[in-house]
């Protein structure tokens, strides 16, 4: 079974730092390109980051410089550092697998930055 699993999200401080993690079970994670969605209340899901089968790291304009995406193949594991939050990150995150035509899609974690 297809499954991905996201950890590490919760409630910091703006300026603060969090870790998500997201374990690719059922695939092998170094065959997908492995994507950070996020969705804040009223908004549209929104790509953040991904890493490509290739190794290539993408990053929407808002995050560059303060989030960074890793994959451990041994782990079958994507993380998104997140470093520099700012109130505007709150969103629920979503790992996505994705190998067209197969996309896997977690079931994400709450992220709130708030003083």
């Known amino acids: 079974q297809v499954q991905r699993v996201e950890s590490g999200g919760g409630l910091v401080q703006p300026g603060g730092s969090l870790r998500l993690s997201c374990v690719a079970a059922?695939?092998?994670?170094?065959?997908?390109?492995m994507c950070w969605y996020r969705q804040a209340p009223g908004k549209q899901r929104e790509l953040v980051a991904a890493?490509?089968?290739?190794?290539?790291?993408i990053y929407t304009d808002s995050v560059k410089g303060r989030f960074t995406i890793s994959g451990d193949n041994a782990k079958n594991t994507v993380y998104l550092q997140m470093n520099s939050l700012k109130p505007e990150d709150t969103a629920v995150y979503y790992c996505?697998?994705?190998?067209?035509?197969?996309?896997?899609w977690g079931q994400g974690t709450q992220v709130t930055v708030s003083s």
């Open positions: 996505k697998a994705y190998s067209a035509p197969d996309a896997y």
């Open positions: 059922g695939i092998r994670r170094s065959s997908y390109t």
């Open positions: 890493i490509t089968k290739g190794g290539t790291n």
